[in-house]
């Protein structure tokens, strides 16, 4: 089993940033490619970020590309999304995804095996 934390989540003002983080716990070897998705309320859980098992590729939906970075500390297990220019429409539960069957970028949150519990994001106007 593999357990996910989230941190980093809060109240910011619109054109702010934040960063989140994902520390992996557990059989944390076993994963490879990892993800961040999001949920607003009344919606569904759509993707947000992904990365490769080592970091070297990357993919975003198009509403964060440019505002949005996703990235992977191997060595401390853990994820990261760095978010500046924050805008309302980014308010959300934020989750973090990992996948042991799939080394690429995976996008589709079918194909992830373990998810955190969440951590909020609201940005105001």
């Known amino acids: 089993q593999v357990q996910l934390v989230e941190s980093g989540g809060g109240l910011v003002q619109a054109g702010g940033s934040l960063r989140l983080s994902c520390a992996a716990s557990g059989r944390s070897f076993t994963i490879n490619s990892r993800g961040w998705f999001r949920q607003a309320p009344g919606k569904e859980r759509e993707f947000v970020a992904g990365?490769?098992?080592?970091?070297?590729?990357?993919s975003y939906t198009e509403t964060v590309k440019g505002r949005f970075t996703i990235s992977r500390d191997n060595a401390k297990n853990t994820l990261y999304l760095q978010m500046n220019s924050l805008k309302p429409e980014d308010t959300a539960a934020y989750y973090c995804?990992?996948?042991?069957?799939?080394?690429?970028?995976?996008?589709?949150?079918?194909?992830?095996?373990?998810w955190g519990q969440g951590t909020q994001v609201t940005v105001s106007s």
């Open positions: 995804a990992a996948a042991t069957r799939y080394s690429s970028v995976v996008r589709d949150h079918i194909w992830y095996d373990y």
């Open positions: 990365i490769n098992w080592n970091g070297g590729s990357t």
